[in-house]
Each structure stands twice: as C-alpha cells, then as structure tokens.
C-alpha cells in the first residue's frame, strides 16, 4: 500500500509538504536510481489521484485500483521524463484515462454509444491538456464540485441530465458551473475562453 499524504483538487486538505518545492529535482534524481524520487512524487500525489478516482466512479476498490495502475506506470514513465512536472500531469492523464476505460466498459453498447454523442456533440467543449495542467499546477484553485462536474462531463462524457440525477441538483444549475468552471479554468491558464472551449480527446499512452 502506497503512503496517502497529499493535496487534492478534490477538496482533501493539503499536506505540509509542497509539490512545487519538492518535485523539481525529481526526476533527476530517479533517473540516478534513487528511490526517495518515487516515493515523493506518491507521497504528494496518491490520495489526491485517489479522490479523483472515488469522487468520479463512487467505487472505493476500483478508486485504488486504478490509483495503483497510475503509480505502477508512472514508476516506470519518471526514468525516461524530460521533467518531473511532466510527471505529475501525466498521473492526472492516466488517471482521467483509466477512469474513462473502467467506466465505459461497465456500461452498455448504447450507453456508451450516447456517452460518445454528447462529448462530439456541438455543445461547449473542455481542452482537457488545459484541466490537467490547471489541477496539476494550481491544486485547491477550482471548486471541488466544479472539478467534478468538468470531469463527469468532459472525461466520462456523461449528459446534463445524468449529472443533475447523479449530484442531487437541477440541470440548469449543473450547465451553469459547467459554464462557470470553463471559465475559470480558461482564466487560470490564462488562455482565451474562446480557445479553451473547444472540444479535445484525451489521448495519451498509458
């Protein structure tokens, strides 16, 4: 079992420990063999991509499952990274990634069929290397229930409908964070909302 001291953009309290002090000699130190690298990069990361996981699949086993897949690849992705940032966005990746596979195959071929229809649709899109690099960079600067309406509907590509029945609330409020939290998000990247609009796959390798 992996350590579980962490920040999350999920809303778990921060831990004493930042990632912004501790991260930049990462990588270059695992690539020197030494094993205190990995165990910072959980230290700061586990129970956030945990939450992440449990507050999108309400699935506590599946939530550690996938959060020690993330970890196993990204032991093996931190020798070769260019940087450790490039590290810490890419567990944010895998995990949205691997939340998406385990949710679409517990669905059924239709469910998934209109899963797909609402994230081609021409409805407002989410550039999802923008939402990585925000709750990457900026933990705590998002609301934990916009965090989670973005990734319900922009990751898992569920429809209004399904999310107000999901979080207890009405469609109109669901579509109007969903708006509020696009532009937040625009905002902390400092990227017109126009550009950070538009529709975007998540496509990484694993």
């Not at 933990?139 to 934990?144: A, Q, R, S, V």
Request: glycine share 4%; hydrophobic share 40%.
């Amino acid at each position: 079992m992996y350590a579980t001291v962490s920040s999350t953009p999920f809303g778990v309290p921060s831990s004493p420990a930042s990632p912004a002090v501790s991260e930049p000699w990462m990588g270059e130190r695992y690539q020197r063999r030494d094993p205190i690298a990995f165990i910072t990069l959980v230290r700061n990361h586990h129970r956030a991509i945990f939450h992440l996981v449990h507050a999108l699949l309400r699935d506590e086993v599946a939530a550690e499952k996938i959060t020690q897949q993330v970890f196993s690849r990204a032991r093996r992705r931190l020798g070769r990274s260019q940087g450790a940032s490039s590290v810490v966005e890419w567990i944010y990746y895998a995990s949205f990634r691997f939340v998406r596979m385990y949710h679409w195959r517990s669905t059924g071929p239709m469910a998934r069929r209109r899963m797909m229809a609402t994230m081609s649709n021409n409805q407002p899109g989410l550039d999802l290397d923008v939402f990585v690099r925000v709750i990457a960079r900026h933990p705590g600067k998002l609301d934990p229930r916009d965090c989670e309406l973005l990734a319900l509907r922009h990751v898992l590509g569920m429809s209004l409908t399904n999310i107000a029945q999901l979080l207890r609330m009405h469609p109109y409020e669901v579509a109007n964070r969903l708006t509020w939290a696009r532009e937040r998000v625009c905002k902390l990247c400092h990227r017109p909302a126009a550009e950070a609009e538009k529709p975007a796959a998540l496509a990484l390798s694993a």
